[in-house]
Nanobody, 127 residues
Framework: QVQLVESGGGLAQAGGSLRLTCVVS????????MAWFRQTPGKEREFVAG????????LYPDSVKGRFTASRDNAKNTVYLQMNSLKPEDTAVYFC????????????????????WGQGTQVTVSS
């Protein structure tokens, strides 16, 4: 049984930093494309970072590019999201997601491509 558990959320001031952690169990992380999404009430989940299973290539939307960095440590079955220069509009619940489909070529921006999700961690940025 695959489980994803996020941690590291909390309260930060604008301009500050937080690092989110997602620990994967039940499957080798090296087999999965991973992604981070965020969601605010009444809105759909928004893609914020993706990292491929091989090579570790990353993908970001313009809204976070240059501020957020996704990384993975396959030996620890853990993925990270380093968030710098935080803005109040980054306030959301952040989710870790995994795609272990062997036919997936890359980390997708579409949340429907991900089979497994963590429970989410709240990030609140004050102005």
């Amino acid at each position: 049984q695959v489980q994803l558990v996020e941690s590291g959320g909390g309260l930060a001031q604008a301009g500050g930093s937080l690092r989110l952690t997602c620990v994967v169990s039940g499957r080798a992380l090296s087999l999965g494309h991973m992604a981070w999404f965020r969601q605010t009430p009444g809105k759909e989940r928004e893609f914020v970072a993706g990292i491929r299973r091989s090579g570790g290539n990353t993908l970001y939307p313009d809204s976070v590019k240059g501020r957020f960095t996704a990384s993975r440590d396959n030996a620890k079955n853990t993925v990270y999201l380093q968030m710098n220069s935080l803005k109040p509009e980054d306030t959301a619940v952040y989710f870790c997601a995994a795609d272990f489909n062997p036919f997936s070529s890359s980390s997708s921006t579409n949340p429907r491509e991900y089979e497994y999700w963590g429970q989410g961690t709240q990030v609140t940025v004050s102005s």
